[in-house]
T-cell receptor
Framework: DQQVKQNSPSLSVQEGRISILNCDYT??????FLWYKKYPAEGPTFLISISSIKDKNEDGRFTVFLNKSAKHLSLHIVPSQPGDSAVYFCAASEAGANSKLTFGKGITLSVRP | DGGITQSPKYLFRKEGQNVTLSCEQN?????MYWYRQDPGQGLRLIYY???????QKGDIAEGYSVSREKKESFPLTVTSAQKNPTAFYLCASSSPTGELSGYTFGSGTRLTVV
């Protein structure tokens, strides 16, 4: 059973507009949530994270929102840039930020110039 | 610079052969992980190790083996028992004292069975 779900496999947005990437989870024990960005043939790189005691975390153009009651989080990228085109993975862990991570299947974001 | 090195970047294996993927880190991280990426499947955990000389099976450990004799090294062996080994393999490490940033990943090894 998939505990972290990214139901939309792809998203295409115009440069300068907002990109909203969604993620749902089923395990109520998850305490930490992270977003990773991945280019082809490279390893994922950490983007932004949030703990379950918060509902929002912002870092520059990237904001993550967490709705614990709905078991839903989203990544907002504003404004979107062509260099943001990549696969974005949502991940979650139970016991702490550096414990075993469970990943979603990823969303491919394409930002059109 | 500290980081994780995976080698080789590309690897070809004949059916029935074992092959070992290398993963070395100089971040002084205690925990190390092996993931496999397939198209449309995301990242699936193969094995992980929280400390030297100890490791645990992940979600898809069948057909794989690992060792953790040194803190810096966590090699993965893909055995002939692995039915569909062609994939992109990612190694990662983490520190329990680190920030809320999860893992540091290597650049991956693309394994192809020919």
């Amino acid at each position: 059973d998939q505990q972290v779900k990214q139901n939309s496999p792809s998203l295409s947005v115009q440069e300068g507009r907002i990109s909203i990437l969604n993620c749902d989870y089923t395990n109520s024990m998850f305490d930490y949530f992270l977003w990773y960005k991945k280019y082809p043939a490279e390893g994922p790189t950490f983007l932004i994270s949030i703990s379950s005691i918060k509902d929002k975390n912002e870092d520059g153009r990237f904001t993550v929102f967490l709705n614990k009651s709905a078991k839903h989080l989203s990544l907002h990228i504003v404004p979107s840039q062509p260099g943001d085109s990549a696969v974005y993975f949502c991940a979650a862990s139970e016991a702490g930020a550096n414990s075993k991570l469970t990943f979603g299947k990823g969303i491919t974001l394409s930002v059109r110039p | 610079d500290g980081g994780i090195t995976q080698s080789p970047k590309y690897l070809f294996r004949k059916e029935g052969q074992n092959v070992t993927l290398s993963c070395e880190q100089n971040l002084n991280h205690d925990a190390m992980y092996w993931y496999r990426q397939d198209p449309g499947q995301g990242l699936r955990l193969i094995y992980y190790s929280q400390i030297v000389n100890d490791f645990q099976k992940g979600d898809i450990a069948e057909g794989y083996s690992v060792s953790r004799e040194k803190k810096e090294s966590f090699p993965l062996t893909v055995t002939s028992a692995q039915k569909n080994p062609t994939a992109f393999y990612l190694c990662a490490s983490s520190s329990p004292t680190g920030e809320l940033s999860g893992y540091t990943f290597g650049s991956g090894t693309r394994l192809t069975v020919v």
